[in-house]
């Protein structure tokens, strides 16, 4: 698997930057997980959109889905010029539409599926499964693998003691880093710290941590160092990087 990083910020973007979003492809097979601000022109610059194979929005905060506006009016285009035929699948969170009723208008561009407990997918070389996150919204963190590997994604969330078993040995862990620790009040039952994020993957055992989801007016090696005094292996997630998993 490889994972491009679009967007790291939340709950906006740096200047140049994008809010959250993610490219994970394997075999071929091209998975745009979130869809934040700026994401979609990111993504243009590394990938083209008629290719993708599905999107996944974690849930409905702005700085992970309203980019979704730009990509259904492209499919769209495409339908038109022919360079793409069939819709996109896109998996969003239960009742979704009950929170943003312009998504119902979506289905002239999507595939709508909607994610929910228990929800296995299976998009070329990988498989998914879907875990319920700890935040304001329903959201939907995810677990993918192909052959041996093991990616997990802990979209937005608060400490679940669950997510050690959910998330053991994962090889590459992209976990949000909202806050420093001075800062945990602001966060609390919604986001994790990174500090929490460094002792979730010490106690996963995961190969690596890739912190995501940085405020930006942080000084966010700050936030790795915090990370760092619990877990060893330690990145922080950057624009156009990619990752190999």
């Not at 400490?159 to 053991?168: D, I, N, R, T």
């Not at 040995?169 to 880093?177: G, M, R």
């Amino acid at each position: 698997m490889k994972l491009t990083v679009l967007g790291c910020w939340a709950p906006y973007p740096r200047p140049q930057g994008a809010c959250s979003g993610y490219l994970l492809e394997e075999a071929g097979r091209k998975l745009l997980i979130d869809c934040g601000n700026s994401v979609f022109s990111k993504l243009q610059a590394v990938s083209d959109f008629r290719k993708l194979d599905a999107v996944i929005i974690s849930h409905l905060h702005p700085d992970h889905f309203v980019d979704l506006f730009a990509l259904r009016h492209a499919l769209k285009g495409s339908f038109w010029d022919k360079s793409r035929s069939t819709k996109l699948d896109l998996y969003l969170p239960k009742n979704a539409l009950d929170f943003q009723s312009p998504l119902s208008k979506f289905s002239d561009a999507f595939n709508i599926h909607y994610i929910e407990e228990h929800l296995q997918i299976n998009i070329g070389g990988f498989s998914i499964d879907f875990f319920e996150t700890a935040h304001i919204l329903p959201c939907w963190g995810l677990v993918a693998r192909a052959g041996h590997k093991k990616f997990v994604y802990s979209a937005d969330t608060a400490w679940k003691e669950a997510y050690p078993g959910l998330w053991q040995n994962s090889n590459l862990l992209l976990c949000e880093a909202s806050a420093l620790e001075k800062d945990c009040q602001f966060v609390q039952g919604a986001h994790l710290t990174a500090g929490q994020a460094g002792q979730l993957a010490a106690q996963c055992k995961a190969g690596r941590l890739l912190l995501t989801h940085f405020y930006p007016e942080y000084d966010i090696k700050l936030l790795k160092g915090e990370a760092s005094k619990f877990f060893d292996q330690v990145e922080l997630a950057r624009e156009d990087n990619t990752y190999y998993i």
